[in-house]
């Protein structure tokens, strides 16, 4: 196995306690790993008055991967604009490194409550470049009584069609079955439209793999009732947003739920980070879990073409997860649990 260089963006919070646990275990499986650092999210942000300048972006780029673990001040604070870290951090790394696809993974721990009849296992293939994310829009008058604020939704055929495309050749990678499109095409008629073609179009091209379609409103009741209908569910930006929290709270809480940012290009480096936030309540309590972190270094480690120690990290992350005695664990043991169960 070769050796990679990993951007490391700890960030704010909990991000920090979290990363360090998923370094861990890619020590513990045997990758060597350069974490190169960078001081990235609010506190930077407070320290420097930068939230990421063009050199460090243009550092970024050369890496292998980046590794994320939580971007945001307290909740409440309000000493960092609303948006600017997301605008300018997050976002900016999406589209800037073009990273089309935000990969979700959600599976029930085996042993856990479920709400509904059967446990999740699905991969949520969400467009991470455009939709209503893209900033189109504007205000006017504000602050009057005569305020307007627009905020378009961006669909391009290009951007629409390799995110579906991705979705089919995900499946058919993985051996799954069916494909679903969550949309609202009953009401976003433009946009609907256009999603709905480019699905049936890329789908054809998969003759074995069936096309499902559901709107995004009754696909949140199948998701509490019957989450076998869906194995891989691609949709947009914001669709994929909120459906990746419900799924994530409803598959053994947003702990567990990881993600990839994918160029899957390869034109520069992927992003994985936890789903969760900075949770600045629980820093230092030990109470973080690092287990969406590790998670998605393992996707990390697939991306990099290591799929067989992204199969033991992943494997040893659902084991622990599954063992009753997680919830009490501190952050470093559930770290700990996961290296020593990597076989
Ligand atoms: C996520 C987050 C981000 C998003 C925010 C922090 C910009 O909620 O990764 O799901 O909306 O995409
Ligand atoms: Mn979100």
Redo the contacts with the bound molecule.
Sequence with gaps: MGGYTIGVIGGDGIGPEVVQEALKVLAAAGVEVEAVPFDLGASAYLRTGDVLPDRILDQLRTLDAILLGA??PPVGSTEVPAGLL??GL??RLRFELDLYI?LRPFKTPRGAATLGAAGMDLWVVRENTEGP?AGEGGALRRGTAHEVATQGSVNTRFGVERCIRYAFGLSADKGLSRVSLVHKTNVLTYAGSLWSRAFEEVGSEHPDIERDYCHVDAACIHLVERPDRFQVLVTD?LFG?IL??LAGALSGGIGLAA?ANLNPAGTGPSLF?P?H?AAHDIVGTGRANPLAAIRSAAMMMEHLGEAEVAARMTSAVEQVAADPAWGGRTTAELGDAVAGRLC
């Design positions: 971007i945001g997301e605008r997050l976002l935000n994310y930006n947003d990746t929290d993600s980070e789903v936030g």
